[in-house]
């Protein structure tokens, strides 16, 4: 078992857990990452771009002028991608991007992204993170007191004063242990766990 300190949101060293080593304490292994990653933002992208092609769009299919003597190039219809209005050549058609991966993987992805985090000394274990008010002032207080930047906040349950206090701060984002995902604990540079959260997270990533 791997043993973290507890904080309070003074920084204060309030006790200690032990986490366990099939979760935080795995080898990280980029490939694997990079997999769970690229399948995550592919599966966000909408695929709806969509355009005509020149048997698409309405434009008569009668040939423009004659094939000789006008000194002109020659022309068949008016649906040519060549011309303005016509059709688009290879044009874009509603698809999905999603790329599938197994569970198994993305579980595994999520172990190592946490693991990560630990072993860099970028995970901070809180008791709880009840602000007193809701005032953005107070939650830039606490970040001050870890002196961190660009940070994901995992919680147990819905906490209004924390969530609203935070909106208005655009480097940090704040989930409940539910949505735990790789690209978000890749994409901020540290991570704080309520303490509640964590046999959440374990049970989730070791069942």
Not at 2 to 28: C, H, M, T
Not at 131 to 136: I, S
Not at 146 to 162: E, P
Not at 165 to 182: A, D, Y
């Amino acid at each position: 078992m791997a043993v973290i300190d507890v904080y309070n949101l003074q920084k204060e060293k309030a006790s200690q857990i032990e986490l366990r080593e099939d979760v935080f304490g795995v080898p990280v292994n980029k490939h694997v990452l990079h997999q769970v990653v690229v399948s995550q933002l592919a599966g966000r992208r909408s695929g709806t771009a969509s355009a005509k092609t020149r048997s698409e769009v309405n434009r008569s299919g009668r040939k423009l002028y004659r094939q000789k003597g006008t000194g002109r190039a020659r022309a068949g219809n008016a649906a040519s991608p060549t011309r303005k209005g016509g059709g688009v050549i290879f044009a874009p058609k509603p698809r999905q991007f999603a790329q599938r991966v197994p569970k198994k993987v993305r579980r595994l992805a999520l172990r190592m992204a946490l693991s990560d985090k630990f072993q860099s000394d970028r995970l901070f274990v809180l008791a709880d993170f009840n602000l007193p008010d809701l005032k953005t002032k107070g939650f830039l207080g606490v970040m001050k007191n870890f002196d961190v930047r660009k940070a994901l906040i995992v919680t147990d349950q819905a906490n209004v004063n924390l969530e609203r206090s935070s909106r208005n701060v655009p480097w940090v984002k704040i989930m409940k242990s539910e949505g735990l995902n790789v690209y978000d604990l890749l994409n901020h540079e540290h991570l704080f766990l309520v303490q509640a959260a964590i046999p959440r997270i374990e049970e989730a990533l070791v069942s």
